[in-house]
């Protein structure tokens, strides 16, 4: 059995019914669609197990896609960070992670729009959730941030809980995207139009 999030059996469940009755009735064709969209669920929807990397000062990618934005924007004082955003197609592992060990000082819900989520102004204007971690004396911070597909952010964590690096944060349903906010003076490990998978690949290291 795939292992798929808790979520996901709202859409498994009922198709894998349909499926079954479908072929039961001997409606071939219907049956053998309702059967693909099963599959494509169980695919969209798939957990796996990772072994995450260890190492000192390590930030560790929060989910699977591809690099499409690596800015490091300045406020009235200066470097306020560094933003590596990931863009997640139908085709990755939604499933969120924690890049660092440390406390979820935070999680704060924005509203907003539904833009495609691999444009710059997603990262300000889409729907969004905003998970932020103390690691020591750093500060690191995740936006999972809803797509023109995707309509509901999930978030697994709460303030003040003791997280693990790789540890399962979230899920974001159907196409969207992930910004990392690094401290100023962390080193990025990665560049744009990498392919990286969260809780594995390596994406900067800290100050």
């Not at 974001?172 to 992930?178: L, N, T």
Request: with cysteine.
């Amino acid at each position: 059995m795939i292992p798929v999030v808790k979520e996901s059996w709202t859409y498994i469940i009922p198709v894998a019914l349909a499926a079954t009755l479908l072929f039961l009735l001997r409606s071939l064709v219907a049956g053998s669609v309702a059967l693909l969209i099963l599959v494509l669920f169980l695919y969209f929807f798939r957990d796996p197990e990772r072994k995450i990397p260890t190492g000192e000062g390590l930030v560790l990618a929060p989910a699977d896609g591809k690099v499409v934005r690596i800015f490091f924007p300045r406020g009235e004082d200066g470097e306020e960070g560094i933003v590596v955003s990931t863009f997640l197609s139908l085709l990755d592992v939604h499933v969120n992670r924690s890049p660092v060990s440390g406390v979820v000082s935070g999680v704060t819900y924005k509203k907003g729009s539904f833009r495609l989520a691999f444009l710059d102004e997603a990262s300000q204007e889409n729907e969004q959730n905003i998970i932020s971690f103390d690691h020591g004396k750093d500060h690191i911070t995740v936006k999972q941030i809803a797509g023109l597909i995707a309509r509901r952010v999930v978030c697994w964590v709460k303030p003040n809980e003791v997280v693990e690096a790789g540890q399962r944060i979230g899920f974001i349903k159907f196409g969207s995207r992930v910004d990392l906010i690094l401290p100023p003076g962390s080193k990025i490990e990665v560049r744009k139009g990498d392919k990286v998978k969260g809780g594995l690949s390596i994406i900067g290291r800290l100050p």
